[in-house]
């Protein structure tokens, strides 16, 4: 403890000096970093109380106390007095409003303050002047401290304070798809914090240090293992192991919740059914949770996905997800527990010849006939599109179709379809655009927030969830930039008002400090993410073009077609997009009260940005913005990649204002991404450019004037292969350096002016082998690496396609270069081509 206080002052003191505030963080910090304040601004503080009281003893308040206690240190470099009763001098005083009652009867009859909501307040008390932290619950006043902590951290004045913030929802949830094995479904960063070998770790550590960040942006709730159930999570012996995840949430207000099969009591209990209306079941499931809460008093309760994408359900049975949901919602209701019921329920053998089959339609058939058939204690959790996570969709329909029935949106922090950590897409404005979406459910508007919230048909439960899948990795979600995400989730769970400009600036702020240049970068960086991320993954809402079968990844434009799985585009020779119309398509847009299917019906009123969601149309169809559909798709495509190359260069303008290890990684990050934007965009304008025949206006798709193929040079053990799918490699192929070779070479002679240029090696890294590269320019080596990255793929393709940039090249006409590859296991050193621009380009 000395020595963090020494590290501490040190830094303080040398911040305070002038010097720049640069320490090395790994990311775990968060946004929650309690760095030290500039001086200027620590000076803001220097009326704040020296003392703290709490008022009520509980593991929440604890926690309460020693975090503002942490988080004064940190920033202000002060160490609060901890005081037993009200002192005679100035305090912030810690405690729920009952606690307030005889000291400040004013407050507490004003304070109208509902679950976990928060008063900061500057009061006197017995005539002192006092901070008070209060909340009708210990949960709110925790997150009443860390409300106050995010002040300080942001510079923003505490003195005097009037504050009352109160959650919009009470269901603020997050989801963890970790399997017991200690993987995770969808996740990016490293393996699960809960599990490892089919048990629950014995360190918990990282688990506690996860609640803490969840409650410091209100989240209540977590759900701790993959929605696709191992039913050994309900088993008797399995019981005591959640209960230690329990007990290292309490403190932080967390409720454990899991996910659950419906099948368990056929597969764990013995029972030769799991048929939701035989009262045998009724009972497995009874007594399953009166001994779960007598371990666990605060089980928030359970997730169920059940009929969907092979998970037995009630369907087993000829039952509804009604029957299902009630059978266990009764079990619970007792202990006040939750089921959440998910609505991604949905047949993924559907017959794609037939054209008016429509996976989107799922939701809102299976469970709109239902609406007033689910228990009070069921909320049905439904994706915030009716699809899957697209990077474009529109709002479920199924929002607006339960009216009798408590609902959850679901969002997912974990970018499965939107970069999966590797590309920057700050999520937010398209959960913001999904939130304030008016469903015109009423006369009123009924934006999509206040329907959840429960707040349009009144229902007393609802609210938000989120995947988000946190692994071991130091910085959590691999991408320092992604927990953004997790920070925006939090905010607009508990304000969805809140608009994404603030969201970035403040998570900006508590991450990196406070530096205005720092600031105004990276939240302008974030902000931008996701359009550009769009612009060249999916086209005016056809989905994200990737490979829907395998890692949803990289690029596969086809491999959403002619299968069961739904997540079709119909893009042919003459045009492309689902006919969705009840004219002539699958009547999917019927789903959407009357104004909503009025104007995706037709043509002239569904956005562009939705167009190929509703409407097929041929590639020269003409788009409100004036350019036809396939100039769209090139434009979009090209822009979106310059724009993804200058994040690269917005970045390097902070160098030297951040820690050099978040600046690093982050860097890395971004030029990954920036190269592999051009491996999409070139595998998404082939495609196009090959199937509708129309060439790109501006000349680009298709010529590619600086590259050398790698299967055009002069070859020694390489030898050319085809990529499949062709467009992910430039013209369709790359060479391999297989065994028996143990060594290959690619030279060509370069036949450019002579001066500086930068050269592009797009190689392929696989997650099977570590190729070694190098290049050599007249038998000077100019650079060597190795293909030792993660990516998600065992083969050449669009997942593995990789850019390594050689700066500060002098070549001359006749100057011979080579690239050597090293193969390693069952990765070839494949290589696809070379590109060489001028320096610096133009
Ligand atoms: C946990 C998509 C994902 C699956 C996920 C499923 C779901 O299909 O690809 O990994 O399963 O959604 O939300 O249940």
Request: charged share 25%; aromatic share 10%; hydrophobic share 40%.
């Amino acid at each position: 403890m000395r020595r963090f206080l020494h590290i501490t002052i040190c830094v303080a003191l040398l911040c305070g000096l002038g010097a720049r505030c640069v320490r090395a963080e790994t990311g775990a910090d968060a946004w929650l970093r309690y760095a030290p304040l500039d001086k200027s601004v620590a000076e803001k503080f220097s009326a704040l109380p020296e003392s703290v009281v709490v008022l009520g003893d509980s593991p929440i308040l604890n926690s309460a106390n020693a975090e503002l206690i942490r988080g004064i240190r940190g920033m202000l470099v002060r160490t609060l007095r901890e005081e037993k009763n009200l002192p005679r001098e100035s305090a912030i005083v810690l405690g729920p409003l009952s606690a307030l009652r005889a000291d400040s009867p004013k407050l507490f009859e004003q304070a109208d303050l509902h679950e976990d909501g928060f008063l900061l307040a500057t009061e006197k008390l017995h005539g002192i002047d006092c901070l008070i932290v209060t909340g009708t619950t210990d949960r709110g006043v925790l997150y009443g401290v860390f409300a106050l902590l995010s002040r300080i951290a942001r510079g923003e004045s505490v003195s005097p304070l009037h504050e009352k913030q109160q959650p919009y929802a009470p269901i603020r949830w997050v989801d963890q798809w970790d399997n017991l094995d200690g993987r995770i479904e969808r996740g990016y960063a490293g393996p699960s914090i809960f599990f490892e070998n089919g048990n629950v770790r014995a360190d918990l550590t990282r688990v506690g240090e996860y609640a803490r960040l969840l409650a410091s942006i209100g989240i209540n709730g977590c759900a701790i293992n993959n929605v696709n159930a191992n039913p050994r999570v309900l088993e008797d012996s399995f019981l005591p192991q959640l209960a230690r995840v329990a007990d290292v949430f309490r403190p932080w207000g967390v409720r454990l919740s899991i996910s659950v099969d419906l099948s368990s009591p056929k597969v764990i209990g013995g029972l030769d059914t799991f048929d939701p209306a035989d009262p045998r079941v009724a009972e497995w499931w009874r007594k399953k949770f009166d001994d779960i809460y007598r371990q666990i008093p605060d089980f928030a309760g359970v997730v169920v996905k059940a009929d969907s994408e092979g998970r037995l359900g009630p369907a087993t049975y000829g039952r509804t997800p009604a029957d299902a949901a009630n059978v266990i919602a009764r079990a619970l209701a007792p202990h006040h527990g939750i089921v959440f019921y998910r609505a991604f329920v949905y047949n993924h053998h559907l017959d794609w010849t037939n054209p008016k089959n429509d996976r989107a339609k799922a939701a809102y058939d299976n469970f709109h006939p239902l609406d007033g058939k689910f228990g009070g204690n069921v909320i049905i959790q439904i994706k915030h599109g009716p699809i899957d996570f697209q990077v474009r969709e529109p709002v479920s329909p199924l929002f607006s179709g339960l009216e009798k029935t408590n609902e959850a949106i679901e969002l997912q922090v974990t970018q499965e379809y939107t970069g999966q950590q590797r590309h920057l897409c700050f999520l937010p404005p398209m959960w913001k655009e999904v939130l304030d979406f008016d469903m015109h459910a009423g006369e009123r508007p009924t934006p999509v927030k206040d329907i959840v919230a429960g707040k349009t048909f009144h229902r007393p439960m609802g609210g938000f969830v989120a995947v988000v899948n946190v692994g071991m990795d130091a910085n959590w979600l691999g991408h320092p930039l992604a927990m953004a995400n997790l920070y925006g989730y939090g905010r607009l769970a508990w304000n969805p008002n809140l608009d994404s400009k603030t969201i970035a600036e403040e998570w900006t702020r508590l991450s990196f400090g406070n530096d205005p240049a720092v600031v105004q970068t990276i939240s302008g960086m974030l902000r931008a993410s996701w359009p550009i991320y769009e612009s060249y993954t999916g086209p005016l809402g056809a989905g994200t073009l990737t490979d829907i079968l395998g890692s949803h990844f990289g690029p596969g434009v086809e491999s959403s077609e002619r299968n069961g799985w739904g997540q079709w585009h119909r893009a042919d020779h003459d045009g492309i997009g689902m006919d969705r119309t009840a004219a002539t398509g699958t009547g999917y847009v019927d789903q959407y009260s009357a104004p909503l299917a009025k104007k995706y019906e037709s043509l002239k009123t569904t956005p562009d940005e939705l167009l190929l969601f509703f409407h097929h149309v041929r590639y020269t169809y003409v788009l409100h913005s004036g350019k036809t559909v396939i100039q769209h798709i090139y434009d979009s495509h090209y822009e979106g990649a310059e724009q993804a190359a200058n994040l690269v260069q917005q970045w390097k303008s902070l160098k030297g204002r951040l820690d050099e290890e978040r600046y690093a990684e982050v860097l890395n990050r971004l030029e990954f991404q920036a190269g592999h934007a051009i491996v999409w965009r070139d595998a998404v304008c082939n495609w196009f450019l090959q199937i509708s025949g129309i060439p790109d206006k501006l000349g680009r798709a298709g010529h590619y004037p600086d590259r050398i193929e790698a299967e055009a040079m002069q070859l020694q053990g390489y030898v050319p292969f085809e990529v499949v799918p062709r467009e992910t490699a430039s013209g369709g192929k790359a060479i391999e350096c297989a065994p028996p070779a143990r060594e290959c070479s690619a030279a060509f002679r370069f036949d450019g002016a002579a001066g500086q240029y930068e050269m592009d090696v797009e190689y392929f890294d696989q997650n099977n082998g570590k190729s070694k590269f190098r290049v050599l320019v007249d038998e000077r080596i100019v650079d060597e690496w190795a293909a030792d990255d993660h990516l998600p793929a065992a083969k050449p393709g669009g997942d593995s396609s990789t850019r390594r940039r050689i700066i500060g090249l002098a070549l001359r006409p006749g100057d011979n270069i080579r690239i050597e590859g090293v193969p390693d296991g069952a990765e070839h050193a494949a290589v696809d081509y070379i590109e060489i621009l001028p320096s610096p380009r133009p």
